[in-house]
């Protein structure tokens, strides 16, 4: 099963990711992961909350623009060639990565990746079989 990510548009302007996380912390929502990606005109940030359907809500009731997406989240070993070995089995699934991005959940913890690919699904059952431990929950 995927984990649930939000998407969400933000202008380019000094300020505006720190109303963002204001508003998740005023709400009380737990921010597990987080990666920001930016255009001339605007940013994309993509997170993992706690209760992301009630983000969601609570973003549209703000007027922030956002959506909702299924995502997966691995946790290779932590060794290394681990995460090379993640995307080569979904390479040869013929598994399209579309992005990545990586958090910890407690300092000195494993490191989790979050990945947007082609079938989640499929993907899932591939790495699974190869003992990936794929996160269910976060």
């Given at each position: 099963m995927a984990i649930r990510q939000l998407s969400v548009f933000i202008p380019n302007k000094p300020g505006k990711l720190a109303e963002l996380t204001k508003l998740f912390f005023d709400e009380g929502f737990d921010i597990r992961a987080i990666s920001v990606y930016d255009t001339a005109d605007f940013g994309i940030l993509r997170t993992v909350v706690s209760n992301p359907d009630k983000a969601l809500a609570t973003l549209a009731?703000?007027?922030?623009v956002a959506k909702m997406s299924d995502v997966l989240a691995v946790n290779p070993e932590d060794r290394r060639g681990s995460l090379n070995e993640v995307f080569t089995i979904l390479a040869n699934e013929?598994?399209?990565?579309e992005y990545v991005y990586s958090f910890v959940v407690e300092k000195g913890q494993d490191q989790y990746?979050?990945?947007q690919v082609g079938d989640i699904e499929k993907a899932e059952k591939a790495l699974e079989s190869h003992s990936v431990e794929v996160i269910r929950d976060i």
């Open positions: 009731e703000n007027g922030v013929g598994i399209s990565i990746f979050v990945l």
